[in-house]
Antibody
Framework: QVQLQESGPGLVKTSETLSLTCAISDGSIGNYHWNWIRQSPGKGLEWIGQISASGSTDYNPSLKSRVAISVDASKTHFSLKLSSVTAADTAIYYCARGTTSHYVSWFDPWGQGTLVTVSS | EFVLTQSPGTLSLSPGERATLSCRAS???????LAWYQQKPGQAPRLLIYGASNRATGIPDRFSGSGSGTDFTLTISRLEPEDFAVYYCQQSASSPWTFGQGTKVEIK
């Protein structure tokens, strides 16, 4: 059973860039889509975006201008960058595996999540 | 953006009782695009149901899903102590994928 693990700074300053990485335990991107999802008390669960094994991306329009998701060259990790952060970006960030389809998606498994706080 | 509205917000039940959770969509879509998750405090969500009615690997058969169009239901036939948690529905009929706001199933 594949396991996912998020890593990155727990505190980011206002206006800077949030950067997180998700490690895939079996080291294989495979043919799946790989997602970032966040959860905050105010907005509940919010899908941030996904990247396919071929590198194509799809982002939530509400964040699209500030988000970039990428896969590393070894295809054992994928990353999230969110620029120009504000306090509204404070949340638990999860990485999750999607499906092999671009057109239907559920998330399984999820990483344990990492709390990122944005503060000046 | 497809909006999912879950009801009730909180369901107070006793172990052994039946739980019926509702997820209503702002627009109609095929059942293939609907999933349900369970989240316990301090944990990530866990996939329960995909394609509206298919149990994920390892999910007990007391969990069942149904529905189509705009109305979907998650049923827990007999609540076990470990089932008290928050449940979310999620759609992938239209990007951006969205989640409902959750239903908390609490011990009465």
């Amino acid at each position: 059973q594949v396991q996912l693990q998020e890593s990155g700074p727990g505190l980011v300053k206002t206006s800077e860039t949030l950067s997180l990485t998700c490690a895939i335990s079996d080291g294989s991107i495979g043919n799946y889509h790989w997602n970032w999802i966040r959860q905050s008390p105010g907005k509940g669960l919010e899908w941030i975006g996904q990247i396919s094994a071929s590198g194509s991306t799809d982002y939530n329009p509400s964040l699209k201008s500030r988000v970039a998701i990428s896969v590393d060259a070894s295809k054992t990790h994928f990353s999230l960058k969110l620029s120009s952060v504000t306090a509204a970006d404070t949340a638990i960030y999860y990485c999750a595996r999607g499906t092999t389809s671009h057109y239907v998606s559920w998330f399984d498994p999820w990483g344990q999540g990492t709390l990122v706080t944005v503060s000046s | 953006e497809f909006v999912l509205t879950q009801s009730p917000g909180t369901l107070s039940l006793s172990p052994g009782e039946r739980a019926t959770l509702s997820c209503r969509a702002s627009q109609s879509f095929s059942d293939v695009y609907l999933a349900w998750y369970q989240q316990k405090p301090g944990q990530a969500p866990r996939l329960l149901i995909y394609g509206a009615s298919n149990r994920a690997t390892g999910i007990p058969d007391r969990f069942s899903g149904s529905g189509s169009g705009t109305d979907f239901t998650l049923t827990i036939s007999r609540l076990e102590p470990e089932d008290f948690a928050v449940y979310y529905c999620q759609q992938s009929a239209s990007s951006p994928w969205t989640f409902g706001q959750g239903t908390k199933v609490e011990i009465k």
